[in-house]
C-alpha cells in the first residue's frame, strides 16, 4: 500500500513539471510559492459577483413549518439568497470582503461595495436573524454556515473601511445569535462529526475559534477550546487510509489537524501531531483527490478537498519545527495540490463555480 501511495505521488510530480502555471524552482522546491494576484483577485471576485444576486438554482435547507414557510429564496433569506444555497452565498461575501482588503484599489471595487450593501442592510439581517429565532431552525446550517457566518463577520471587524465598519455593527446581531447557537448546542453535542462534508465538528470550532480570539468573546472561545480538546485531545493515528471520501470537501483527518494547531501550544501541538500522524509522510494525502465529472455537484467537492487540503498543509507547515525533514515533503504536496485545484476551478460548470473561489482565497490567504 505505501508503495503504491509513493508511486502516485512522485507520478503526480513527475505531472506538474510539464506546463505548469507556476514557475518550476532550480531547488529541491518542485515549484516556487505562488502568489495571489491582482488578476486571480479578478477572478475570484467574478464568480461571487456572478452569484451571490443570483437566485436560481438553488438548494434550500428548509423545513416548512406550515403554508406560510412556502416562500421563494430572496424572501426567505434576503441577505443570502444567491450562490445555490445559504452557506455558500455567506462565504461568497466573505470573499469579496477579502478581496477587497487585499486589493484596496481593484479595479471591480465599486460593484463590490455596492453588491455587499444591497445586501448587508439592516432590515435584510434582521429577516434572517428572525428566520434562525423561527420553530425548527434549531440545525439549519449547523455548524458549517454558522462557521462561515462568523468568518464574514470578523473579516469586516478587521477592514479599515466605513463601510467595512458599517456593515460589521449591521451584521452583528446575526453574528451574536449564531454565538448564541454555539454556546447553546455545544454542550449538548456528546460526539463530534468527523464527516469530510459540512457538519463537519473540527471546522465548525475552526472558523469559531478565530472569531472568539479576533473579538474577544471569552465565553465562546473557553467554549471552543473546552470542546476541541474534549473531541480531539486523545485522538491518536488517524485512519488517512480511508480518506478520501467520494464527495468529501474537508480531510477529516487533516482539518481535525489544522485546529488543533489553533487550540495547542506549540509543543503541545507536536506531541498531539506525532501521535495523531504518525506517518504522514507516507500518506496518501498527499496526492490530489482526482474529479471525474464536474458537472456533478458533490462529486465536484474534491476540487474543494484540494484547496482545504492546503488550509492544513499550510497551517502544519507554520507548527513544525525548523529543519524538520517534513516540512519539504508538505510544501511539495501543497503546491502540488493547490496548482491541481487551480487549474480546474473555473470550469464553466456553476456547480463548483458558486462556491470554490471561497476556497481558493483562503488557501492563498494561509500561504
Not at 248 to 266: N, Q
Not at 280 to 286: F, M, P, Q, R, T
Not at 299 to 327: E, M, Q, T, Y
Request: proline share 5%; glycine share 6%; hydrophobic share 40%.
Amino acid at each position: 500500500m505505501k508503495k503504491n501511495v509513493a508511486l502516485a505521488f512522485i507520478l503526480g510530480l513527475m505531472v506538474i513539471t510539464g506546463g505548469s502555471i507556476f514557475p518550476i524552482s532550480e531547488n529541491n522546491n518542485l515549484m516556487k510559492m505562488p502568489e495571489f494576484s491582482e488578476e486571480l483577485a479578478l477572478k475570484f471576485a467574478a464568480m461571487a459577483l456572478n452569484c451571490i444576486e443570483k437566485e436560481y438554482p438553488n438548494k434550500p435547507s428548509h423545513v416548512f413549518n406550515d403554508e406560510n414557510d412556502l416562500k421563494v429564496p430572496r424572501d426567505q433569506h434576503p441577505a443570502f439568497y444567491g450562490c445555490f444555497d445559504w452557506h455558500s452565498s455567506v462565504h461568497g461575501h466573505w470573499m469579496l470582503v477579502k478581496v477587497l482588503k487585499i486589493y484596496p484599489e481593484i479595479s471591480v471595487r465599486g460593484k463590490i461595495i455596492a453588491a455587499l450593501k444591497r445586501n448587508i442592510t439592516p432590515e435584510k439581517i434582521k429577516s434572517e436573524v428572525d428566520y434562525f429565532n423561527q420553530k425548527s431552525r434549531k440545525s439549519f446550517e449547523r455548524t458549517y454556515g454558522w462557521s462561515w457566518l462568523l468568518k464574514l463577520t470578523e473579516e469586516l471587524y478587521t477592514w479599515d473601511d466605513p463601510d467595512g465598519k458599517t456593515m460589521f455593527v449591521t451584521i452583528s446581531p446575526l453574528a451574536e445569535k449564531i454565538v448564541s447557537s454555539y454556546l447553546n448546542f455545544l454542550p449538548k453535542q456528546t460526539y463530534p462529526i468527523r464527516t469530510g462534508v459540512h457538519p463537519n465538528t473540527a471546522f465548525g470550532l475552526l472558523f469559531a475559534y478565530d472569531y472568539a480570539k479576533r473579538l474577544k468573546h471569552n465565553e465562546l472561545l473557553e467554549m471552543v477550546i473546552s470542546r476541541s480538546l474534549n473531541y480531539f485531545g486523545e485522538d491518536v493515528s488517524c485512519p488517512a487510509g480511508w480518506e478520501p471520501g467520494g464527495e468529501d470537501f474537508f480531510s477529516p483527518c487533516l482539518m481535525e489537524t489544522l485546529l488543533m494547531t489553533r487550540i495547542l501550544k506549540a509543543e503541545e501541538f507536536i506531541k498531539w501531531f506525532e501521535k495523531f500522524f504518525p506517518d504522514i509522510k507516507n500518506s496518501n494525502l498527499l496526492v490530489p483527490a482526482i474529479v471525474s465529472d464536474r458537472t456533478d455537484g458533490k462529486l465536484s467537492h474534491l476540487d474543494g478537498l484540494n484547496l482545504s487540503r492546503v488550509w492544513s498543509f499550510s497551517a502544519i507547515l507554520k507548527a513544525i519545527p525548523k529543519g524538520d525533514p517534513l516540512k519539504g515533503i508538505l510544501k511539495d504536496a501543497l503546491k502540488l495540490h493547490l496548482k491541481t485545484a487551480m487549474e480546474n476551478i473555473k470550469s464553466g460548470f456553476y456547480e463548483g463555480e458558486h462556491w470554490l473561489g471561497s476556497f481558493a482565497v483562503y488557501a492563498y490567504s494561509g500561504l
